[in-house]
């Protein structure tokens, strides 16, 4: 079993900045992919980004350019910068790890909003 907790949503203007923060603890050894899902209002939950344990990364389109993920392998937390945020980025953010299965965060919200 793998717990997670996240942090580090909030209410920010657009053009702000955001750091979510997300801790692994419990079966972590066997840990490869961890990452950030979100889901809008009425939408289905969508990838943001992912990293590989030895530090690939993946991003979906509408993030390039603007949001940058990474990862301490030691503390075993992944950590998604929010630069230049706009409405649409609002939603609750979710943490995921791949292991042997797939676990999720608690989810935390962000608000892009003047």
């Known amino acids: 079993q793998v717990q997670l907790v996240e942090s580090g949503g909030g209410l920010v203007q657009p053009g702000g900045s955001l750091r979510l923060s997300c801790a692994a603890s419990g079966s972590t050894f066997s840990i490869n992919v961890m990452g950030w899902y979100r889901q809008a209002p009425g939408k289905q939950r969508e990838l943001v980004a992912t990293?590989?344990?030895?530090?690939?990364?993946n991003y979906a389109d509408f993030v390039k350019g603007r949001f940058t993920i990474s990862r301490d392998n030691a503390k075993m937390t992944v950590h998604l910068q929010m630069n230049s945020l706009k409405s649409e980025d609002t939603g609750v953010y979710y943490c995921?790890?791949?292991?042997?299965?797939?676990?999720w965060g608690q989810g935390t919200q962000v608000t892009v909003s003047s």
């Open positions: 995921m790890v791949a292991t042997a299965g797939i676990y």
């Open positions: 990293i590989t344990r030895g530090g690939g990364t």
